[in-house]
Structures are given as C-alpha cells and as structure tokens.
C-alpha cells in the first residue's frame, strides 16, 4: 500500500524558510511518476505548487517563482518542500501527492507563518 | 493559467437525493496527446482530499457506481446520485493539462 506522511515545524516566522518532508512508502519514488506538492489555504482555496519527478527533474508552480525548491533523498525515500522568504499568506496545510491522477495524498501538515 | 469555475459553491441535498456539480475551463483542457486531465476529488472534514475520477469519467478504484464525470472541452460535470451521509465534503476538479496545474475554488456538500 502506497503512504505518504508529511513531516516538519508547524510554526514558521515571517521571511524564513519553510522546510517540510514527505517520507513515501510502498513505493519507489525513483520507479514512476511525479512526486508533488499542494497546499490548501484557509476557507478551501487550492494550489499546486510544484513536483520533483521520478528522474528529479522539477517543475513549479510560477507563482511562487524563485521561492520554492523541492528536492529528494532516494536513500531515504523522500522528497523535500522549501519555501522560502514566507509570509502570513503562506500560512494552509501542505500536502505531498503522487501526481498523474492524484490517487495518493499524504494527511497534511498546518504550517502557520506568524511572529 | 487556467481558471476552473465551479458552481454551485454550495450544494444543499437530502439523503437519497442527487447532485450535480459543474466544472467550466477558461480553455479546453484537451492535451496534445489526445486525453483530457480533468479529475474530481473529494475532501471529506479532517481528511485529505481523495480521487474520484480521473480523466473525466473513470472512477478510481473502490469508488462506487454513483459517482458519475461527463464533459469535454471546457464544460464538466460530476453527478452524485443516491447521496449518503459519508458523500459530504468539498468537492474539486484539478485540470493537470496545462502548466500550472489549476484546481476549481470547491463545491461544499450538505445535508439538507
């Protein structure tokens, strides 16, 4: 059974760096597919942010421009989120999926961006 | 970037009842390749989101028979017929055809 759990600070102060893990088991994430992050911000507006793939390319999402970067452990099998520069607007709970259809979600971890 | 427009926001239904939600492109969400990326999620309260249909009509496995997509182009449809309690939640459509990767603002389910 494919899993994907999130992990990280749930509090992160306004211009620094949100880092989060998604640590993915029953699957290989060097075998297929893209290996994504989504977040939901509060009321139920969602974004996707950008996908590492299973060759590590990337793609990201415009909006956040040169302020994200995911990046992998094949080792360890996970794949990293960093957002950086946050600030209040980032606050939502992030998920890690498996793209092509979405199928696998991660539970979601609340990062609140505040002082 | 691609906006998804789904209406209604909200859905009031009575158990047994059935519901229709609505997910319109402002462009055609026909790849290159011939298929359509248009998928239908649904998020039930404290849970991630969770795959109903993919590629406009396929239900994923485990989804049971009364969840129906239609749709082409621009213009899409979820049909939920015979809804039970565990049916409500916030609806999405996400079109994976165009970068960025674009979600519907979310259609909410009640019970009436």
């Known amino acids: 059974e494919i899993q994907l759990q999130e992990s990280g600070p749930g509090l992160v102060k306004p211009s620094q760096s949100l880092s989060l893990t998604c640590s993915v088991t029953?699957?290989?994430?060097?075998?297929?597919?893209?290996w994504s992050w989504i977040r939901k911000f509060p009321g139920n507006k969602m974004e996707w942010m950008g996908y590492?793939?299973?060759?590590?390319?990337?793609n990201y999402n415009p909006s956040l421009k040169s302020r994200i970067s995911i990046t992998r452990d094949t080792s360890k099998n996970q794949f990293f989120l960093q957002l950086n520069s946050v600030t209040t607007e980032d606050t939502a709970t992030y998920y890690c999926a498996r793209a092509g259809s979405f199928a696998y979600w991660g539970q979601g971890t609340l990062v609140t961006v505040s002082s | 970037d691609v906006v998804l427009t789904q209406t209604p926001v909200s859905l009031l239904i009575s158990l047994g009842g059935q519901a229709s939600i609505s997910c319109r492109s402002s462009?055609?969400?026909?790849?290159?390749?011939?298929?359509?990326?248009l998928h239908w999620y649904l998020q039930k309260p404290g849970q991630s989101p969770q795959l109903l249909i993919y590629?406009?009509?396929n239900r994923f496995s485990g989804i049971p028979d009364r969840f129906s997509g239609s749709g082409s182009g621009t213009d899409f449809t979820l049909k939920i017929s015979r809804v039970e309690p565990e049916d409500l939640g916030v609806y999405y459509c996400?079109?994976?055809?165009?970068?960025?990767?674009?979600f519907g603002g979310g259609t909410k389910l009640e019970l009436k």
């Open positions: 590492i793939s299973y060759s590590g390319s990337t």
């Open positions: 590629q406009v009509s």
């Open positions: 029953g699957y290989t994430i060097t075998s297929g597919y893209d």
């Open positions: 462009q055609s969400l026909v790849h290159s390749n011939g298929n359509t990326y």
């Open positions: 996400l079109q994976r055809t165009h970068n960025p990767w674009t």
